[in-house]
Nanobody
């Protein structure tokens, strides 16, 4: 079965605004997997933003703590990233994947925060 991850929900937003990213997953046992959101700003390495394990335990990078919320809906095989109080430095392409998929990077979704 083909494994597929599709990120969506990015866009252009003003500083202080909000966006909700979605990550639709197919082709694997979703409820058994941990997932994480990463981001890559221009000229920078990929950065771990937030993660959620199969028991829905979450963790966050210090830079987004108290502003971003990761969640999952096992019935819909979807992972979400609610981003509030966005800052220009949050501008990046955001990716979703199981942390164990070391070399995999999907299409991602672009988030641009204007000042």
């Amino acid at each position: 079965q083909v494994q597929l991850i599709v990120e969506s929900g990015g866009g252009l937003v003003q500083s202080g605004g909000s966006l909700r990213l979605s990550c639709e997953v197919s082709g694997l046992s979703f409820s058994l997997h941990d997932f994480a959101w990463y981001r890559q700003a221009p000229g920078k390495e990929h950065e771990l933003v937030a993660s959620i394990n199969s028991d829905a335990i979450t963790s966050y990078a210090d830079s987004v703590k108290d502003r971003f919320t990761i969640s999952r809906n096992n019935a819909k095989s979807t992972v979400f990233l609610q981003m509030d109080s966005l800052k220009p430095e949050d501008t990046a392409v955001y990716y979703c994947k199981p942390p164990s998929w070391i070399r995999y990077w999907g299409q991602g979704t672009q988030v641009t925060v204007s000042s």
